[in-house]
């Protein structure tokens, strides 16, 4: 044995080559932390040392390579100054992984899974790389506010070319071994049992110098072969293009690239202090902190959904009460993943549209190449369509997703109570009503919950597990463990009106509704939300969820709390509401909608709707930017912070990202109760106290809790604010 660690073991073979080996103790991946990387540091001295040896492999003990740095230990040094963190990073990249570079022997990384940030840089220092047909390999660090800090500007754009170095830095995407070997990125692929002969293959190959890997080798460390024309034409039309399609919030893909283009002419000592300036210079950016925050709280949440759904086992089979589109979404999303799944509805007209629903999505994934139609095939066999309850006694969980009305609701459920085993959970997918009281005609109501997806349910992440008064821990646990295996995030709240996010987006919407009666055009609305960060405005939002739907859950808020969701005035959603303008489902909203090549419906600016709502314009006021944003969300995260004080969320924690996976709250803005910590509380609770005084009737959801003032008076914060990042 030449080295033997914690983390790390080197061992060598009787014809001179020796093996490192990443096998982090105590944890179920590898990755980079103060431990791996010292113990990395002194394995390359060691096999350095060592002049028998003729070449080294890079393996893994685990079932993947490398997942990246600990992100913990590496967000921790976000608080320290530019220069300290350039310094720290400039030190690792010259101790560490250049001293592993220069070894005066071969190397040969084997990637027998994920690879990815410090993971993939990992294997960039290495002369040759090889990789299992069943890895992954990458850099995301951008999708962290961030950009690599291994070395991954530098010899990346070297070995694949700038074009697509820049393709991966940027877009922070995995890929395949199909697209590395075809970049450039690997030099075989091999199957996942032939890895480890492969890699020691290219390595002897190197060894008998039939491979000259010191030229190759001489490529990272040299400038980038780019005359002044290819330089100009490669990096001008990629910071347009990138630039654009990241937009202001999101510097990191930009900063990657021009850190790239200023290192091209460089050496590659030179081109990692560039690059380590680049990253200390990202990693000082809210933007990062937020989104490092986001990642490390996602961790968490996946980690408690996990525990909590190994109390109730695997969902083996399910069933959905109502198709149509939700239904045939929720079937598709089951069966996707390989959970079947009975889709029973009253009529064949419904079922005939979940069936189309669950056909349409699929697909669309054989056109664009992601399934083949056998597999699709497959897919629609685990979804089997009933007009009875036939195999009900064989499921394990029943979501029931007829229409939003509770009586409609109660006969439902209290029917398919009885035709379901003792030990099996029905669900409801109500998006407002309660789940208490929609629990009052069963008989066993500890085995009943809310399980609330958000449309459209392929591609929104958040399912609201909810909780009502006498839902048993065994019935949250089955159904957040459901959740699990349909691909979702589950996040666990307790009952009230709206639940989680439905409450806390109503006054945001509410805001939007008491801007347009004072005169403010609600073009303008969506224009100045959309640049704060939202994916779309509320008046579009509005039109996307639909403004039907959006009137029934406003009648249920405003019953619900009376003080600040109540509005004594005409609206414009009533305006919309009466004139048969529900948005997208029919083609007229606060926008016009037509369908453009793609199938796909686009707005435009419709004149008849300023005719509509001129009645229920009081004003004609004009808002800054500033103002605007102020306005529409300050009773948004009020009512976060009521939810978290009325214990409707578990945790600051879950509530920012119930909202940014349910409603699409801008991520780089870390949630709701983020948000606030990075204003400052003292000048939330002053801003919201100032437009309370002009807000009118709708003044209650602009006033401060009790327990937000004390907050500000002490200075205290949500999260806490720890040297580079959230707590």
């Known amino acids: 044995m030449i080295y033997s660690g914690k983390a790390i073991t080197v061992q060598a073979t009787d014809d001179g080559i020796a093996e490192l080996c990443f096998d982090l103790q105590d944890d179920s ?137 820049i393709e991966w830095i940027a877009s922070g995407k995995e890929q395949k071994a199909e697209n590395a070997l075809r970049c450039g990125a690997v030099d075989a692929v091999v199957a996942p049992e032939l890895l480890r002969e492969a890699a020691v293959s290219l390595l002897q190959q190197c060894i008998d110098g039939k491979l000259d890997y010191q030229a190759r080798r001489r490529e990272k460390q040299e400038p980038l072969k780019l005359n002044e024309i290819e330089a100009t034409m490669v990096f001008t039309t990629s910071i347009g293009f990138i630039s654009a399609q990241a937009g202001p919030h999101y510097p990191a893909p930009v900063t990657a690239i021009k850190v790239i283009q200023k290192a091209a002419g460089m050496s590659r000592d030179d081109a990692l202090r560039e690059e380590a300036r680049g990253i200390a210079k990202m990693a000082g950016t809210l933007t990062a902190k937020n989104l490092v925050g986001l990642f490390l709280s996602d961790q968490m949440l996946a980690k408690s959904g996990k525990s909590l759904a190994k109390k109730a086992g695997k969902v083996e089979r399910a069933a959905v009460l109502g198709a149509g589109i939700m239904g045939g979404g929720i079937a598709y999303q089951s069966a996707l993943k390989g959970t079947p799944i009975v889709m029973k509805d009253i009529a064949q007209a419904g079922i005939d549209l979940g069936l189309a629903e669950a056909s349409k999505l699929l697909s669309k994934q054989v056109e664009r190449g992601w399934m083949t139609a056998a597999k699709m095939a497959g897919v629609l066999n685990k979804i089997q369509p009933t007009l009875c309850y036939d195999d009900f006694d064989n499921v394990d969980v029943v979501i029931e997703a007829v229409v939003e009305n509770p009586k409609v609701k109660h006969a439902v459920l209290a029917e398919a109570e009885t035709h379901i085993r003792e030990d099996a959970i029905l669900a409801s997918n109500t998006s407002t009503i309660s789940i208490t009281h929609l629990a ?113 859950a406003g009648a249920v808020m405003a019953e619900g709390y009376p003080d600040r969701m109540k509005y004594d005035f005409k609206t414009c959603q009533e305006v919309m509401f009466e004139n048969n303008r529900f948005g997208q489902k029919n083609g007229r909203g606060y926008y016009a909608y037509e369908m453009d090549k793609k199938g796909r419906p686009k707005k435009s600016v419709d004149a008849e709707v300023a005719a509509l709502l001129a009645p229920v314009i009081d004003g004609n006021e004009t808002l800054s930017d500033e103002d605007i944003v102020d306005w529409m969300m300050i009773p948004m995260c009020l009512e976060a912070v009521r939810c978290l004080e009325d214990g409707i969320a578990a945790s600051a924690t879950d509530a920012d990202l119930s909202l940014i996976y349910g409603v699409g709250f801008p991520p780089f803005r870390g949630g709701a109760l983020h948000y606030v910590d990075d204003v400052g509380i003292d000048k939330f609770v002053a801003r919201a106290d100032e437009l309370a005084a002009t807000a009118g009737p709708l003044k209650g959801m602009y006033i401060p809790t009790e327990k937000l003032r004390e907050m500000a008076a002490s200075g205290d914060t949500f999260f806490g604010t720890a040297a580079g990042g959230r707590k």
Request: hydrophobic share 45%.
């Open 29 to 165: 991946v590898n990755k980079f932390n103060a431990l791996t990387l010292n113990e990395l540091q002194e394995a390359t001295a060691a096999i350095a040392a060592d002049t028998s040896l003729k070449g080294v492999i890079v393996t893994s003990g685990k079932p993947v390579f490398i997942v990246g740095a600990d992100i913990t230990e590496f967000g921790a040094q976000f608080g320290d100054s530019e220069d300290v963190v350039a310094d720290k990073i400039l030190s690792i990249n010259v101790n560490i992984f250049n001293a592993f570079e220069d070894l005066p022997m071969p190397t040969v990384a084997a990637f027998n899974g994920i690879a990815l940030g410090g993971g993939f840089e990992m294997g960039l220092v290495c002369d040759y790389r090889v990789m299992s047909e069943t890895a992954r390999i990458g850099l995301p660090e951008t999708k962290l506010g961030i950009i690599p800090g291994y070395g991954g500007t530098t010899r990346l754009p070297r070995l694949i070319g700038a074009d697509n170095a």
């Open 440 to 552: 009052e005609p069963l008989q066993r109501p500890e085995n009943f919950c809310g399980m609330h997806f958000f449309n459209p349910v392929h591609k929104m992440p958040l399912v609201e597990v909810i909780r009502g008064e006498k839902t048993g821990d065994e019935a949250v646990a089955r159904t957040v463990a459901y959740a699990l295996a349909m691909g979702k995030k589950p996040i666990v709240v307790n009952d009230c009106p709206g639940f989680l996010v439905n409450r806390i987006l109503s006054p945001y919407l509410g805001a939007f509704i008491g801007l347009v009666k004072r005169g403010i055009d609600f073009t303008n609305i969506d224009r100045v939300m959309e640049r704060f960060g939202w994916p779309m405005g509320p008046a579009y939002l509005c039109d996307v969820v639909g403004i039907d739907t959006g009137v029934h």
